[in-house]
């Protein structure tokens, strides 16, 4: 199954409902968010720096990752940000690959 490395920033109204939930309950809600599309949630850590969360979640496919991110973005509350993860064997299958390129200005 997939995995996608989550980046998150609380903003608004997302910050004061942080504060009054808590860090548990917030992370319980993106377990059972993830749940709904067919994962599971590997980690979530909270952070210093611009992202306040972070983490990593298994997801069946590509269009539930994004029908995630969709609704957790509508919410204005938090902008999260995925990214798709690549094993290193994935890595050394696009490595075999001969794609055709040609940079400008050449």
């Known amino acids: 199954m997939p995995k996608y490395l989550f980046e998150a920033t609380y903003v608004g109204q997302g910050i004061k409902g942080l504060m009054r939930e808590g860090g548990t309950a917030r992370r319980d ?3 059972e968010a993830v749940k709904s599309v067919g994962g599971t949630l ?3 850590y909270y952070a210093f720096g611009y992202y ?3 983490g990593v979640f298994d997801i069946p496919d590509d ?3 994004a029908a995630l991110s969709l609704l957790i973005n509508s919410s204005g509350n938090v902008n999260v940000r ?12 696009a490595a075999k690959k001969t794609p055709s390129y040609r940079a400008p200005g050449q």
């Open 29 to 31: 809600a993106v377990t």
């Open 42 to 44: 590997e980690s979530f």
């Open 52 to 54: 306040d969360v972070l």
């Open 63 to 65: 269009a539930s990752a």
């Open 82 to 93: 995925l990214k798709p993860l690549l094993t290193v064997e994935d890595l050394d299958e």
